[in-house]
């Protein structure tokens, strides 16, 4: 609404604008706002330039008196449901951001995603032997570079921000077991 305006004459929609949000049902309350400092609904503006016939039934000290006794039940009653709202957005948070459940152990190597930008760089760098593991973090070693081969680095990795290596056997290598050791007859 603002940017298609003037934008010389924002400070004038200040108001109405102002007006709208306190008058509007606020999600976690579910009460406007101006209703949760002040005890009652505000009066429209169009409401303010009609002159009301109602007669005023009671005092200015009456009203305060009743918007005194009426604030704390108001106010508890935001602060549950603000605790309401609460724990269902934790719960929400909870069942969307699970942590991986990999069994990840002392001496498994790990691969860590690399988040960098561009299609052809790698995503995970590795693989790193792990450490420690300190649910839902790991330890992992990195091999030093350079001539210092004794000089090793460690680093905290979440666990859903790696993978297990899988070590399979290179197509190559044979065993130096025979057939008949392995029970197996030609």
Not at 31 to 48: C, D, F, W, Y
Not at 50 to 55: C, F, K, L, Y
Not at 78 to 107: A, W
Request: glycine share 6%; with cysteine.
């Amino acid at each position: 609404m603002l940017r298609q305006t003037d934008s010389e004459e924002w400070d004038k929609d200040l108001q109405i604008l102002v007006h709208a949000y306190n008058n509007s049902v606020h999600a976690t309350t579910g009460i406007e706002p101006h209703r949760v400092i002040h005890g009652t609904q505000a009066n429209s503006p169009l409401k303010n330039t009609i002159p009301d016939d109602e007669p005023k039934s009671r005092t200015p000290v009456e009203y305060a008196e009743q918007i005194e006794k009426e604030r704390p039940k108001m106010h508890e009653t935001c602060k549950g449901r603000i605790l309401k709202q609460t724990e269902k957005q934790k719960d929400f948070h909870e069942k969307s951001k699970q942590i991986n459940d990999v069994e990840i152990k002392v001496g498994d190597k790990v691969w860590q995603r690399e988040f960098r930008n561009g299609k052809l760089s790698a995503q995970f760098i590795g693989p790193w032997k792990v450490i420690e593991v300190n649910e839902p973090n790991i330890v992992v070693e990195i091999p030093a570079i350079g001539t210092r081969a004794n000089n090793r680095r460690t680093r905290v990795i979440h666990k859903n921000n790696c993978k297990l290596n899988i070590e399979e056997e290179t197509p190559g290598h044979q065993d130096s077991t025979t057939g008949e050791e392995r029970g197996i007859s030609l």
